[in-house]
C-alpha cells in the first residue's frame, strides 16, 4: 500500500495571486503528492471556486495531483461537471481527482441556487452514474428523476482510465454510494474512531456488489501547525472547530512538532487511511508557505519513510 499525503485548502488566506502561485509552486516542486480545494460557494469567508481553481492548477502546475474535497454534486449539472473533469484532466494530462458529496444542507449554497436539498442524494446519484458514463461510453442514453440524457457523447474523454473518482461522506448512503461507483473514499472533519467503522462497511458493501476498492485509495487528514496550542491562531483555529462541532475538537489537529503530526496521522492510518490531505493552520499567504515549507522539509521524509 502506498501512504501519501497532500495539502487541503479552505479559506483564501493568500494576500493576492501571485502569494498563491508562490504557494503552489512551492507544493509542485516540493514532493506534495497533490493539492485540495474545498467546496464553498456561498458565505462571507474568502474561499474560490473549486472547479475553477482545478482547471488553473491544470495549466498552472507540472507534477502535483489535484482533487476537490469534495465537490457538491447535487448542486451540479453532471454533463457539464462530466465536460469539466474531462477537459481538465486532458490539459493536466491526467493528473485530476475529482471527488464527490451531496453537499451540506446546513449552508446557503442550496438556497442561493434555488436548488431544494430534499432529493440531493438522488440527484447526485443520477450525476455519478450519468459521468461515469460519459467519461468511458460513446453514447450516453439515460431517464432518472432529475435528468434525461439521449444519445449523448463528450469528447475528448479523460486522458485517466478509469477516472479515479472519489466520493466523501460517512451517512449509510454515502457508504452504498461509495461502494457502488466509486474507486475511493475520502473523509470530511471525522476522528480515527470515526472514520474505522466506516471503512469497514464500505469494503464489506463493495464486495457484496462485486467490486473492490483499492487498500490504498481510503483517505483523510487533519489540520495541523508547527508551533505551539498557545498562538492566537491555533487557539482562533479550535475555537472555531468547537463552535461547529458544538464540543471540544479532540483528535482533529496536531499542533507542534513533526512527531505529533506523525503520531496522529499514524492513528489515522491504523483506522484504515493511506491518503492524507493536511490542511495547515495558518494566516495570510507568507504563514502558508512557511507552514507548507516546514511539511515538505520535516513531515513529509517522515511520511515517505513508511512505505519502505
Known amino acids: 500500500m502506498s501512504i501519501s499525503a497532500g495539502i487541503g485548502i479552505a479559506d483564501f ?3 493576492d495571486a501571485k502569494s498563491f502561485w508562490r504557494w503552489v509552486d512551492l507544493c509542485d516542486n516540493g514532493g506534495v503528492d497533490s493539492i485540495w480545494q474545498s467546496d464553498r460557494i456561498i458565505g462571507t469567508e474568502p474561499t474560490l471556486e473549486c472547479m475553477s481553481v482545478m482547471a488553473a492548477l491544470a495549466g498552472g502546475t507540472e507534477h502535483i495531483k489535484f482533487g476537490m474535497n469534495v465537490a457538491s454534486l447535487g448542486l451540479r449539472d453532471p454533463v457539464i461537471t462530466a465536460k469539466a473533469c474531462a477537459t481538465i484532466d486532458v490539459l493536466s494530462d491526467g493528473r485530476l481527482l475529482p471527488a464527490f458529496g451531496i453537499g451540506t444542507a446546513l449552508g446557503k449554497d442550496y438556497s442561493a441556487r434555488g436548488v431544494p436539498t430534499k432529493g440531493r442524494g438522488k440527484r447526485t446519484d443520477e450525476g455519478l452514474e450519468i459521468m461515469t458514463r460519459l467519461w468511458t461510453e460513446d453514447k450516453v442514453s439515460f431517464e432518472g428523476e432529475f435528468f434525461q440524457l439521449n444519445e449523448a457523447t463528450i469528447s475528448p474523454k479523460p486522458v485517466q482510465k478509469p477516472v479515479p473518482l472519489w466520493i466523501g461522506g460517512v451517512a449509510p448512503a454515502a457508504i452504498k ?9 475520502q473523509a470530511g472533519i471525522e476522528t480515527p474512531e470515526q472514520i474505522k467503522p466506516v471503512v469497514e462497511a464500505i469494503k464489506i458493501q463493495a464486495r457484496e ?5 483499492p487498500e490504498d485509495h481510503y483517505g483523510g487528514g487533519f489540520a495541523f501547525r508547527f508551533g505551539s496550542q498557545d498562538e492566537p491562531i491555533a487557539m482562533e483555529y479550535i475555537r472555531r472547530i468547537e463552535k461547529f462541532m458544538g464540543k471540544a475538537p479532540t483528535d482533529l489537529q496536531a499542533i507542534g512538532n513533526e512527531q505529533d503530526m506523525l503520531e496522529l496521522l499514524l492513528r489515522y492510518k491504523e483506522a484504515g487511511l493511506c ?7 495558518a494566516n495570510g499567504g507568507e504563514d502558508m508557505i512557511v507552514q507548507t515549507k516546514l511539511m515538505v522539509e520535516k513531515l513529509l521524509p517522515l511520511v515517505h519513510g513508511l512505505n519502505n
Do not use: D, Q, Y
Open 209 to 213: 456488489l462485486g467490486r473492490t476498492i
Open 177 to 185: 454510494r461509495t461502494a457502488k461507483w466509486a474507486t475511493g473514499w
Open 275 to 281: 491518503k492524507f490531505v493536511l490542511r495547515p493552520i
Open 13 to 15: 488566506s493568500f494576500e
